[in-house]
Structure formats: structure tokens, C-alpha cells
């Protein structure tokens, strides 16, 4: 650099340095724009454009390079299994403690506190007003806390801010993608009177059917997806059956709310779209869509894969919007985080 750069580099430094900067940096930005700085040498994150190596010699570096990373690769290798036996040591030493204190040497794995560390749930409760809703609604009902359980009532409670739990009483529910019906659970001791269509994968739907026979209240009726018939003339208050996907074809009602969650973010868009048509034409003027999903997922485990699927391409016309906004809770999980949901609730409008 000359010296007469040198020099109007200072003086443009001092100038920048003793100025407003006029924007706000991201805290990611905030890190990264320290490799731009003129304090110490830097590669510029390789934004800037090459004019110093010629493409041969970047690929005979990278030949070579490649050759140093496979040995490393070999070592990370013989790392791992010493790694595999420090965590198996771990392992043995908490299903001691496990069975010590919870009785079941398998039961803490219920919790994955490595995944979700107990501080998840305070931080997000300091942003939430939930804790005296949900321990009240635990205690009346007998249940203990868990991931699933708590992660579903935060959907919950997103649902009551937006609708009055009296629009929905006496409706027919329908959810895609049910699971071990954890919402539907929390649904069924809150509403008095509904039908409620769980549809999901075979095993999973059986599934489901036995976790509500555990979970949800005696004189809630539950069915299985051979009765359908049985269930449509069922005159109970509280119904629900566990159907297959096929079955959706064969029901003949009027959806005055659904709900998927977590579900057809694990499906390929034109699955998405195919239950998503089949269910506007079941849904009337003022029915409510319910969805918490993945903003983006990608569909294979394969780094190379493009196989995306994104929320902004759900055929969501003819949904009038209520909510539109990025579900908090997974926000403090850690890695999960990174991966946001978003929660759509909606209203069918006349079209
Ligand atoms: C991550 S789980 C979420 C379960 C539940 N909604 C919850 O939040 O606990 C995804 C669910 O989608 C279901 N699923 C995946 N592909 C499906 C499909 N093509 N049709 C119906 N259900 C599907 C899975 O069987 C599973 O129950």
C-alpha cells in the first residue's frame, strides 16, 4: 500500500471510528465483522475476489490438502471409539442414578435433558406467561411434566390467545399427523362435546389410540380405524378415532378445525398440498386451520440433497390469516433453534 493510502486510510478510519454508526448489527454480525477489521490480518471471510493463485495451483493445494484431511479423518476415527466408551462409561453411571432416584434405570431418558435442558423451559416461561395455566391444568389432571406434554401446551395456549375455546365446541376436529396424540389430549380435557378425527401413519395411528386410552378422560369414547361406522353413530359427547390416511376419502364431514403439527413439515410438498386440498373442500366458512410446522426442512438425511420443504409453499389460499409469526418455545432449544416453526392459524374465508 503507498503511503498516500495509508495515510487517507487512517484518516477514513478515524473518521468511521468517531462516527454514529447508524444501523444495528445482528449479534451473528457483530462476530463476523470483526474479520474485516484493520487491526490484525484477515482473509476477509473470502468474500474478496482472487487475483493472487491461478486455478491449478488452488487445485493442486486442494489435492494435497485432501491427502492431510483423510489421515486426520483416520484419527478422528480411533478418537471416536475411545469417545464411544467415555460415553458408554457416562451411560452405565446415570441409569444408576436413575434407578436410584426415579426407580427405572430407563426413565431419565424420557426427559432428553441433553436435548432440552430444564433452563429451556424457565427462559422461555420468563417470556411466557404459561406456568400457572399449565401446572394448573397438570394438577387437575394428573399428569407430570414432560417435553411433549409441555411443548404441546404451548400450542395450546397460542390457540386460546387467538380463539375463544367456545367457538369450537361441539365441531368436528380433524388433525393430520396426530402422533401419540399429545394436543389432542390437552383438547379433550378442555372442549365438552367434539368429534375428532386423528388420521396418521398405520403403526403410528394404533399408537395413538393406545396413548389416549391411557391419557385422556373415561368417558371420552375412542375408536379404532375398522370403526368408523361404529364411531359415526356413536352418540357420545367425546369421541375420537384413529384413521389411516387412506380413510380421509371416506369421510364425509364438514372440518370445522384442524390441526397439524410437526407433521407436514416431514412430508414432501406435494403431499402437503394433496391433504391440503382434501381438506378446503371439507372446511366451510369460518372454520379455523391450525398448523405449527418447520419454516424450511430439508427432506433427506443426505448433505447434498435439495429437497426442501418450505412453509411459504403450503397452498394456503382461501385462508384468512389470525396468526402468522415464529413459535417462541423451540427457540431456546439448543441446535433446534436454528430450525424454526412457525404457527399459521387461519379462518376459511367464503371462497
Ligand atoms: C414429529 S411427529 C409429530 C406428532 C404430533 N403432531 C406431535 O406434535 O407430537 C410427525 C407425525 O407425522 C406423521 N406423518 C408423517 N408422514 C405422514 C403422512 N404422509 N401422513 C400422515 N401422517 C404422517 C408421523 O407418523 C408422526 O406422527
Not at 49 to 57: G, K, L, P, T, V
Not at 174 to 202: A, H, M, Q, W
Not at 205 to 226: C, I, M, Q, T, W
Request: charge should be neutral; hydrophobic fraction near 35%; aromatic fraction near 16%.
Amino acid at each position: 500500500m503507498t503511503t498516500n493510502i495509508e495515510e487517507e486510510l487512517k484518516q477514513a478510519l478515524r473518521f468511521v471510528e468517531n462516527s454514529e454508526l447508524g444501523t444495528k448489527m445482528s449479534p451473528l454480525w457483530e462476530e463476523m465483522s470483526k474479520d474485516f477489521s484493520f487491526d490484525r490480518p484477515s482473509n476477509l471471510r473470502d468474500y474478496s475476489i482472487n487475483r493472487e493463485h491461478d486455478f491449478s495451483r488452488v487445485s493442486r493445494f486442494y489435492k494435497f490438502a485432501k491427502k492431510i484431511k483423510f489421515l486426520s479423518r483416520n484419527w478422528i476415527r480411533v478418537s471416536n471409539v475411545f469417545l464411544n466408551i467415555i460415553n458408554g462409561v457416562e451411560k452405565f453411571y446415570v441409569s444408576i442414578l436413575s434407578q436410584l432416584i426415579l426407580g427405572d434405570s430407563k426413565a431419565s431418558q424420557r426427559y432428553s435433558f441433553d436435548i432440552y435442558p430444564l433452563e429451556a423451559y424457565e427462559e422461555h416461561q420468563k417470556q411466557v406467561n404459561i406456568v400457572s395455566d399449565y401446572e394448573s391444568y397438570n394438577s387437575k389432571n394428573n399428569i407430570f411434566f414432560s417435553h411433549n406434554n409441555y411443548k404441546s401446551y404451548t400450542y395450546f395456549h397460542t390457540l386460546k390467545k387467538f380463539i375463544n375455546l367456545e367457538n369450537l365446541e361441539s365441531k368436528n376436529i380433524l388433525e393430520i399427523g396426530s402422533g401419540l396424540f399429545n394436543f389432542g389430549t390437552i383438547v379433550s380435557k378442555n372442549l365438552d362435546r367434539f368429534s375428532y378425527y386423528c388420521i396418521d401413519l398405520p403403526d403410528v395411528a394404533l399408537r395413538g389410540y393406545l396413548s389416549a386410552k391411557e391419557n385422556v378422560d373415561e368417558h371420552v369414547e375412542l375408536f379404532l380405524p375398522h370403526q368408523l361406522d361404529a364411531f359415526k353413530k356413536s352418540l357420545s359427547k367425546k369421541k375420537v378415532i384413529f384413521l389411516i390416511p387412506s380413510q380421509l376419502d371416506n369421510l364425509d364431514i364438514n372440518i370445522d378445525f384442524f390441526i397439524n403439527h410437526e407433521s407436514f413439515s416431514e412430508m414432501n410438498i406435494e403431499t402437503v398440498n394433496d391433504y391440503l386440498s382434501k381438506i378446503k373442500m371439507r372446511m366451510t366458512e369460518g372454520s379455523h386451520i391450525f398448523l405449527v410446522n418447520r419454516f424450511s426442512r430439508l427432506q433427506s438425511h443426505s448433505a447434498k440433497s435439495f429437497d426442501y420443504t418450505n412453509f411459504l409453499d403450503y397452498e394456503l389460499d382461501g385462508f384468512y390469516k389470525i396468526c402468522f409469526e415464529v413459535e417462541k418455545f423451540r427457540s431456546f432449544l439448543p441446535v433446534q433453534k436454528d430450525f424454526p416453526n412457525v404457527i399459521f392459524i387461519g379462518q376459511k374465508d367464503s371462497s
